[in-house]
Nanobody, 118 residues
Framework: QVQLVESRGGSVQAGGSLRLSCAAS??????MGWFRQAPEKEREFVAA????????SVADSVKGRFTISRNNTRNSVYLQMNSLKPEDTAAYYC?????????????WGQGTQVTVSS
């Protein structure tokens, strides 16, 4: 059974940092990444990285603040979020696939909530 399990998110004040992790089980994936969905908004891409780390993509809205990394030994992907802003508040979802950082993504985690207060 394939599963993507995200770490617990959390609540921080603006300017703070959080690190999300996602562990995959059941198989490995060529691409792993993160999406987010704020209340009453559509799910949006945040960042993704391929297996070797030679291809990574980060959304403009978080570029310079968020960093994606991957540990293939642990079959995990991480999202380091710095200089958080209230507009980063959202449910964050881990995603995985075998195509490219542009998608499509075939597997999804359950999501973890990140709340940034001003």
């Amino acid at each position: 059974q394939v599963q993507l399990v995200e770490s617990r998110g959390g609540s921080v004040q603006a300017g703070g940092s959080l690190r999300l992790s996602c562990a995959a089980s059941g198989r490995t994936f060529y691409v792993m990444g993160w999406f987010r969905q704020a209340p009453e908004k559509e799910r949006e891409f945040v960042a993704a990285i391929n297996r070797s780390g030679t291809s990574a993509s980060v959304a403009d809205s978080v570029k310079g603040r968020f960093t994606i990394s991957r540990n293939n030994t642990r079959n995990s992907v991480y999202l380091q979020m710095n200089s958080l802003k209230p507009e980063d508040t959202a449910a964050y979802y881990c995603a995985a696939g075998d195509s490219s950082v542009s998608g499509p993504y075939d597997y999804w985690g359950q999501g973890t909530q990140v709340t940034v207060s001003s």
